[in-house]
């Protein structure tokens, strides 16, 4: 079922601009989405914190960990833990808060909620619910894949966010070999712990010369943004340990196209189809190239039918 929730959000007084900041008034029966710093605390927004200071209860990923924060910025309001252990249960309750007309802001340890983060679950089920006494507003700041990708120095006009690979590295490689054709930017979380043998399968699957940006510790006093090879950023953390600590982005580069690619891939495919069977051909262009096997086999097979539609 598909819902649409429409929101009023307060209004400009007459005659005051659009972009002029006014009050924020947080409304009954209404779960707030709030961004909180990834580092710097002060990257939080004006928004944000009156949003934490008005609401009736703050759901937080690590309640402990929170307090740090809100004690930084004199909020007293109720906390509730929310967290993937206890994400099904508290769903119901904080839903049936907001029902009875309290408002509830959802925040995680950092950053934007959702983001690699819990409250997917209650999000979704505000929505299915399709109840129109409850609302759904998100309160926009920090996230650390959009904050990395903009200071990347890669294509940000078509992008992915893939999130953690997975920990063991069959699936990682698997995972990553899923990727292998993607024109698109690609944003990924990593671990610390796992930077190295990330980067060895990275390397191994989009090849050592594959373009990366290595995002750590952004807004915090050892932030380290680098943009190289997946061989020269491997090279470059296996050989200084303070680049294996702290919090990790990695921004991949997409595969590139190029009219050069193509003309390249048909002038193997020719010159060898003119001396080997097709699945012979294919097998040595994939290896050299690195294509995708069906798509090679495909334009094996068009050039082999028609040879004067090869690009050389
Ligand atoms: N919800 C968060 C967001 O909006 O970015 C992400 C939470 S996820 C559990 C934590 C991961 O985000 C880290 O492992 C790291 O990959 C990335 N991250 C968070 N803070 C970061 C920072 N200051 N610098 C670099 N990466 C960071």
Redesign the pocket.
């Known amino acids: 079922m598909s819902t649409t929730v429409s929101i009023k959000h307060n209004q400009p007084a007459a005659g005051q601009a659009e972009t002029e900041r006014y009050n924020t008034v947080v409304n009954a029966g209404t779960l707030y989405l709030v ?1 909180t710093p ?2 710097n605390l002060d990257d939080i927004t004006q928004r944000a914190v009156e949003v934490l200071q008005q609401v009736d209860i703050i759901a937080a990923e690590d309640t402990r960990h929170s307090q740090r924060l809100l004690s930084h910025l004199s909020v007293n309001s109720r906390m509730l833990a929310y967290h993937e252990h206890n994400e099904e249960k508290m769903t119901e309750k904080l839903f049936a808060e907001l029902v009875h007309g309290k408002s509830v802001a959802l925040i ?10 819990p409250g997917y679950r209650l999000v979704s089920y505000v929505h299915a619910a399709d109840n129109d006494t409850v609302k759904i507003v998100p309160v926009p700041g ?4 959009i ?2 990708l903009s200071a990347a120095g890669l294509a940000t006009d078509a992008f992915t966010f893939e999130g ?1 690979p997975p920990s063991r590295q069959g699936a990682r490689l698997n995972f990553f070999e899923r990727l292998a054709g993607q024109h698109r930017t690609m944003i990924f ?3 610390c712990h796992k930077i190295i043998n990330t980067l060895k399968d990275m390397q191994e699957v989009f090849s050592a010369e594959r373009r990366v940006a290595f ?6 006093t050892f932030e380290t943004i680098k943009r190289t090879t997946l061989s020269e950023l491997l090279a470059w953390v296996e050989a200084d340990e303070n680049q294996r600590k ?4 990695l921004i991949v580069e997409g595969k590139t196209a190029t009219a050069t690619d193509s003309r390249q891939l048909d002038f193997y495919l020719s010159t060898l189809l003119a001396e080997l069977p097709v699945k012979q051909c294919v097998k040595l262009v994939v290896q050299l190239t690195g294509e995708n096997k069906n798509e090679v086999y495909k334009r094996a097979l068009q050039i082999k039918d028609n040879p004067e539609t090869a690009e050389n």
């Open positions: 961004a990834i580092g995680s340890d950092a950053g934007t909620p959702l983001i690699s983060d920090v996230c650390a894949a904050t990395a953690f979380y990593v671990s995002a750590r510790e952004l807004t915090k702290g919090e990790i982005v």
